[in-house]
T-cell receptor, first 113, second 116 residues
Framework: GAVVSQHPSRVICKSGTSVKIECRSL??????MFWYRQFPKQSLMLMAT?????????EQGVEKDKFLINHASLTLSTLTVTSAHPEDSSFYIC?????????FGPGTRLTVT | AQTVTQSQPEMSVQEAETVTLSCTYD???????LFWYKQPPSRQMILVIR??????QNATENRFSVNFQKAAKSFSLKISDSQLGDAAMYFC?????????????FGQGTTLQVKP
């Protein structure tokens, strides 16, 4: 149980375009999901907390107009990187909260050319 | 604000041996959760073990056990009978209960190499 999926697993996009990443809890409902960014050999950096039916809460320094988060249902949260630039290239990970445990998706590798 | 520190960027262990990964944290709260997560080369984060601060007994999960020292704010992970599949990056994480956000505060991570 407690499986979280992410789609796509990897995406390449051109500078200036937008890309959407989906995070789904497959066998449980999650009112809260989290989005992280991770650079190679570094820790996870929390970007925002996604709450179903309400606006996301962004961490300090994260541009909310650039990283749009929508949590439209109890099993789906999406992260849209708008007007992507090469510096947005990174590994993005989502997680879903069940009880007091976070269950993580497999991550999405974004490359902006 | 709470912080989590992992002072060992890299560790290595011989297969079948035991290794201990260190983690210290800073908090003024009395009730919280502590976690160890494993991130293998696939980069899928896997929950290894969880400790509730109000429990004095150290958590164990098969070959994985923790040494939780609340007064010292220390939370080390011991891996016994190390296997090649244990090679990964390990993250220590803190979760406040009183904030009720479910947010995790991660340490910097420790890369564990297992030598055959």
């Amino acid at each position: 149980g407690a499986v979280v999926s992410q789609h796509p697993s990897r995406v390449i996009c051109k500078s200036g375009t937008s890309v959407k990443i989906e995070c789904r809890s497959l066998d449980f409902q999650a009112t809260t999901m989290f989005w992280y960014r991770q650079f190679p050999k570094q820790s996870l950096m929390l970007m925002a907390t996604s709450n179903e039916g309400s606006k996301a809460t962004y961490e300090q320094g994260v541009e909310k107009d650039k990283f749009l988060i929508n949590h439209a249902s109890l099993t789906l949260s999406t992260l849209t990187v708008t007007s992507a630039h090469p510096e947005d290239s990174s590994f993005y990970i989502c997680s879903a909260l069940a009880g007091q445990k976070q269950y993580f998706g497999p991550g999405t590798r974004l490359t902006v050319t | 604000a709470q912080t989590v520190t992992q002072s060992q960027p890299e560790m290595s262990v011989q297969e079948a041996e035991t290794v201990t990964l260190s983690c210290t944290y800073d908090t003024s709260e009395s009730d919280y959760y502590l976690f160890w997560y494993k991130q293998p080369p696939s980069r899928q984060m896997i929950l290894v073990i969880r400790q509730e601060a109000y429990k004095q007994q150290n958590a164990t999960e098969n070959r994985f056990s923790v040494n939780f020292q609340k007064a010292a704010k220390s939370f080390s992970l011991k891996i016994s009978d190390s296997q090649l599949g244990d090679a990964a990056m390990y993250f220590c994480a803190y979760c406040s209960i009183s904030s009720n956000t479910g947010k995790l505060i991660f340490g910097q991570g420790t890369t564990l190499q297992v030598k055959p």
